[in-house]
């Protein structure tokens, strides 16, 4: 059985750019959720997407967005990047027993 | 405001000897109660979960979970902490009829002394 996997593992970006982070469910699972973990911080639900549709969303301004492919992998995009955008980005895959397993995450610093 | 609050930051235990990582939460339901691991710069490792029924969880490497319904606590404890269990560690709720997003506390760090 294969884990959550997430891509890449660091990305550096400049102020202003954009962003894609991919993720991969672990086998079985059907909803992935996102979460942004600042240094020295617990992790921030972004959101959730369930059978490719967004099932809850956290306090993050609309830049933040995402995808589920049928495959149940997933992707967050963030638009005009800024500097407080710098964390690690985590995904969790999950079925209908609620407990969310996490992928490595992607470390994203923005110049 | 729903939160969770982990009241220690950092602990340092001595190798061998026992530890107990504390959780407090606020919410007006009784919630799914987890606990995650995290090594230095890796994703959070599931340690254990309460759902329902006993009110006593054992996880994996060792540590366990007791929920507390009327201080509204799940602290987490090991016997007797090996070096590797250095980590951090994290505490999270999630109410199901709010969605199924985990809140988080801050964490607490714990250091082992050999």
């Known amino acids: 059985e294969t884990g959550v996997t997430q891509s890449p593992t660091h990305l550096i970006k400049t102020r202003g750019q954009q962003v894609t982070l991919r993720c991969s469910s672990q086998?079985?699972?059907?909803?992935v959720s996102w979460y942004q973990q600042a240094l020295g911080q617990g992790p921030q639900f972004i959101f959730q997407?369930?059978?490719?549709?967004?099932?809850g969303r956290g306090n993050f301004p609309p830049r933040f967005s995402g995808l589920q492919f049928p495959n149940y992998s997933s992707e967050l995009n963030v638009n005009a990047l800024e500097l407080d955008d710098s964390a690690l980005y985590l995904c969790?895959?999950?079925?209908?027993?609620?407990?969310?397993?996490f992928g490595p995450g992607t470390r994203l610093t923005v110049l | 405001a729903q939160s969770v609050t982990q009241p220690d930051i950092h602990i340092t235990v001595s190798e061998g000897a026992s530890l107990e990582l504390r959780c407090n939460y606020s919410?007006?339901?009784?919630?799914?109660l987890f606990w995650y691991v995290q090594s230095p710069g890796q994703g959070l490792q599931l340690l254990l979960k309460?759902?329902?029924?006993?009110?006593l969880v054992q996880g994996i490497k060792g540590f366990e979970a007791e929920f507390k319904r009327s201080q509204s606590s799940f602290n987490l404890r090991k016997p007797s902490v090996h070096w590797s269990d250095a980590a951090e560690y994290f505490c999270?709720?999630?109410?199901?009829?709010?969605?199924?997003?985990?809140?988080f506390g801050g964490g607490t760090r714990v250091l082992v002394k050999p």
């Open positions: 969790a895959s999950s079925s209908t027993t609620d407990t969310q397993y």
């Open positions: 086998s079985g699972h059907n909803t």
């Open positions: 997407y369930y059978r490719e549709e967004e099932n």
């Open positions: 919410y007006g339901a009784t919630p799914y």
């Open positions: 309460y759902f329902s029924g006993d009110t």
């Open positions: 999270a709720v999630m109410i199901k009829a709010a969605g199924n997003k985990l809140t």
